[in-house]
């Protein structure tokens, strides 16, 4: 179910920032991108009206302001259902690509422990640093089902893989405790 009436209401911002120094651009640019903004040319974003993309709107209209720029937000509407539908479309193929390459992540993730396990390196300090990446990709997921308002085909896929790391993490840790648990003789 979205958050978001199809055809809805969008803020725009538009943003203008001095050349130099160019960080100022860069930490606006981020912090857009954060927040799920799509970028419709330069210095023109759009997010669905919604509540969930406030603060990343705010910050960086404030990120903004402090590099001496100048922003303006304004709320629009499509003329016609075709307008908003297009926009809609426009907003959830971002979401796609954001989808996407969170489930390359995943892969990414899921490579790393089969290397792990290949290697029989059954570490503590291994093993935190694989909880760490899972708990990155946990975070991810959930900035980025809070962003998909509209639903994004992607994202059922993606929940299910979070959930297949998060089993391949558990079957590396209880490899880890086996290891660490093993009597000095019955190691090879």
């Not at 919604?50 to 705010?58: E, R, W």
């Not at 960086?60 to 003329?79: D, F, K, M």
């Amino acid at each position: 179910m979205s958050n978001a009436e199809p055809g809805g209401r969008w803020l725009v911002l538009l943003i203008k920032l001095p050349a130099e120094p160019t960080r100022h651009r860069v930490a606006v640019w981020r912090e857009l991108r954060k927040a799920g903004a799509l970028s419709l040319g330069q210095g023109i974003w759009a997010v669905p009206d919604v509540p969930v993309f406030a603060d990343g709107i705010t910050r960086a209209v404030a990120l903004t302001e402090q590099a001496g720029g100048q922003a303006v937000t304004l709320n629009a509407a499509g003329r016609s259902e075709q307008d908003a539908s297009r926009f809609q479309a426009l907003f959830t193929a971002a979401r796609t690509e954001d989808w996407q390459e969170f489930l390359a992540d995943c892969g990414k993730f899921e490579q790393e422990l089969a290397k792990e396990i290949r290697t029989a390196k059954f570490t503590l300090a291994e093993l935190e640093e694989e909880e760490q990446s899972l708990e990155r990709l946990r975070r991810w997921h959930r900035d980025l089902t809070a962003r998909d308002v509209f639903g994004a085909p992607e994202a059922a896929e993606a929940g299910r893989r979070l959930k297949e790391c998060a089993a391949a993490c558990e079957d590396y840790a209880e490899r880890v405790f086996a290891a660490l648990h093993q009597a000095p003789e019955d190691r090879q």
